[in-house]
């Protein structure tokens, strides 16, 4: 950001709450929101495989990694690449894998931290 670039962090789960938000709204529709996903310079993905399985999430996330395809995109997740095969087809799981790298981290639930 600081070298003017457009970046947008999302959560999954509230991005596909908000295109279904689209199809009752006069706001914005569904076709801007992708637009902005489509556009931005960087992209963060946040909580990949938290939505619920559906056939129509699971088009959705076709749609955004089909757009994002070639573009800076960072995807977190609490799946291993098993698990988001199995979630996401093959098909999705080969865009997710384009030009990734894989960065494992490990470690305590920062939310756990707190001690009543």
């Not at 955004?64 to 997740?77: H, P, Q, V, W």
């Not at 384009?98 to 920062?110: F, L, P, R, S």
Request: proline share 1%; glycine share 4%.
């Amino acid at each position: 950001m600081e070298q003017g670039k457009e970046c947008l962090f999302l959560s999954l789960p509230k991005l596909l709450t908000k295109i279904k938000e689209t199809y009752n709204n006069k706001g914005v529709t569904e076709d801007e929101l992708l637009e902005v996903i489509k556009r931005v310079d960087l992209l963060v993905l946040d909580d990949l495989g938290a939505e619920h399985n559906t056939d129509w999430a699971i088009s959705k996330v076709f749609e955004i990694l089909d757009d994002r395809s070639g573009k800076a995109t960072i995807y977190t997740t609490n799946l291993n690449s098993e698990q988001l095969r199995e979630r996401f087809n093959e098909r999705n799981f080969s865009r997710l894998l384009e030009n990734t790298k894989v960065i494992v981290m490990n470690g305590e639930d920062y939310r756990r931290k707190v001690k009543f």
